[in-house]
């Protein structure tokens, strides 16, 4: 399955270069951590400060929730999103409580 995710990140041109670099060669436990909970394909485009994630899955193995639990109790997994936080933003239509905000398909050109 495949599913868009958008973020925003701290509108400065040196931080957002830095965010570059970081994911030229993520840690390998962050890539292991996706992998192992069904996430089989990653990209993520950027357009100014803002960012869209296109993540494939095995629906057979991925479970947002059993992933997110999987990453609290995952000290590398917590030392990598606190350093991400320092570059990222909510965008304006993420709740308090949440980081990466699911999109919604409006199109696809295979109905048409």
């Known amino acids: 399955m495949r599913h868009c995710l958008a973020l925003d990140l701290r509108d400065a041109p040196g931080l957002i270069a830095c965010y570059e670099a970081l994911h030229q060669c993520i840690w390998p436990e962050i890539a292991e951590h996706l992998r192992d909970h069904g996430v089989?394909?990653?990209?993520?485009?950027?357009?100014?400060?803002?960012?869209?994630?296109?993540?494939?899955?095995?629906?057979?193995?991925?479970?947002?929730?059993?992933?997110?639990?999987?990453?609290?109790?995952n000290p590398r997994v917590q030392e990598w999103e606190a350093l991400m936080w320092n570059f990222q933003l909510r965008t304006p239509?993420?709740?308090?409580?949440?980081?990466?905000?699911?999109?919604?398909?409006?199109?696809?050109?295979?109905?048409?």
């Open 40 to 73: 089989i394909g990653m990209e993520i485009w950027r357009l100014g400060n803002r960012l869209v994630m296109v993540m494939e899955t095995d629906d057979a193995r991925y479970d947002a929730d059993s992933m997110a639990r999987a990453a609290a109790t």
């Open 93 to 112: 239509w993420t709740p308090p409580d949440q980081k990466w905000m699911p999109m919604t398909r409006i199109f696809d050109l295979k109905d048409q």
